[in-house]
């Protein structure tokens, strides 16, 4: 079944562009969303069908999947980034939502 | 607005029983898939389970097949999900959370959650 693997941590700082990877078994053949989560709160989805924006998400953030890695970027990096990401992606064979394991974002 | 409102969680014995409810709002309920998601304390979220718009489909995450059962009322708006023969590790915050329009496997919306814990 799917797997999805996401870095345990990062930091970055103010302004600059913060990468985050997810990587699967031939990824790239599935849509990937991403999301945000600040301590307490539920998520919030920042990117959907891999580098689609919903509407109120800032051009800062973006997406991409090739291969067996999506990438989430979020560019000129701001304090209120500093959350918690993780991805997702939907397993057709078994129905399936699959989380990627998270990536907490620290900004300094 | 789309609300998600959880409620019926709590304290529960290993190998009990509890139903959580969400009560939607702000969108037509029975036109989108709905999911249950939950995130043990400190950790990732996981996918539970979903169904579809009639209650026709349903699925669930292995862990919790034969234990838990997903369900719909589509007249009262309201999503549920029974749990039973609980465990240590089934203790999360549960969330429901609506798919997007048109779009399967995206999440658009999420309730606040509620916490079950499952301890003697």
């Known amino acids: 079944s799917l797997e999805l693997t996401q870095p345990p941590s990062m930091s970055v700082s103010p302004g600059q562009t913060a990468t985050i990877t997810c990587s699967g078994d031939?990824?790239?053949?599935?849509?990937t969303c991403w999301y945000q989560q600040k301590p307490g709160q539920s998520p919030v989805l920042v990117i959907y069908?891999?580098?689609k924006r919903p509407s109120g998400i800032p051009e800062r953030f973006s997406g991409s999947n090739f291969g067996d890695t999506a990438t989430l970027t979020i560019s000129g990096t701001q304090a209120m980034d500093e959350a918690d990401y993780y991805c997702?992606?939907?397993?057709?064979?078994?129905?399936?939502?699959?989380f990627g394991t998270g990536t907490k974002v620290t900004v300094l | 607005e789309v609300q998600l409102v959880e409620s019926g969680g709590g304290l529960v014995q290993p190998g009990g029983s509890l139903r959580l409810s969400c009560a939607a709002s702000g969108f037509t309920f029975s036109h989108y898939w709905m999911n249950w998601v939950r995130q043990a304390p400190g950790k990732g979220l996981e996918w539970v389970a979903n169904i579809n718009q009639d209650g026709g489909e349903k699925y669930y995450v292995d862990s919790v097949k034969g234990r838990f059962t997903i369900s719909r009322d589509n007249a009262k708006n309201s999503l549920y999900l029974q749990m039973n023969r609980l465990r240590a590790d089934d203790t999360a915050v549960y969330f429901c959370?609506?798919?997007?329009?048109?779009?399967?496997?995206?999440?658009?919306?999420w309730g606040q959650g509620t916490l079950v814990t499952v301890s003697s």
């Open positions: 031939n990824l790239g053949v599935r849509y």
């Open positions: 959370a609506r798919d997007a329009s048109m779009v399967r496997g995206v999440i658009t919306h």
């Open positions: 997702q992606a939907w397993d057709t064979s078994t129905e399936y939502y699959v």
């Open positions: 069908q891999d580098s």
